[in-house]
């Protein structure tokens, strides 16, 4: 009984750590591979403030890192997830478009 709730322990400390982390390391600009579906600039400015610019629009959001993962709040109520890989991509699953990987410039 004693290494179960030890191991739950553990594993709820290493996701508040993950959860309290500083994101300012996520802080810059991403642009999508070449090979992409569709070209994207992200943006992620200190402030929590960003923008997401494709071709033909330009949305706003707030952001906040969760884990391991990236938020993106809309200002519809919307909220897109993606993975932070390596600290330098991010992996968006946008829906209608797909997986979008997005490496810092």
Not at 42 to 57: A, S
Not at 62 to 72: C, S
């Amino acid at each position: 009984m004693f290494r179960v709730l030890a191991h739950i322990l553990v594993i709820f400390l290493a996701v508040m750590i993950g959860a309290c982390s500083d994101p300012a390391h996520l802080v810059g600009t991403y642009e999508s591979l070449p090979q992409a579906k569709q070209h994207v600039v992200l943006e992620l400015q200190p402030n929590g403030q960003g923008t997401w610019e494709t071709d033909f629009d330009v949305v706003s959001f707030r952001w906040k890192q969760r884990g391991l993962e990236l938020w993106l709040h809309t200002r519809t109520g919307g909220v897109i997830t993606g993975d932070i890989v390596e600290g330098t991509r991010l992996k968006m699953d946008i829906p209608g478009v797909g997986v979008i990987v997005l490496e810092r410039r």
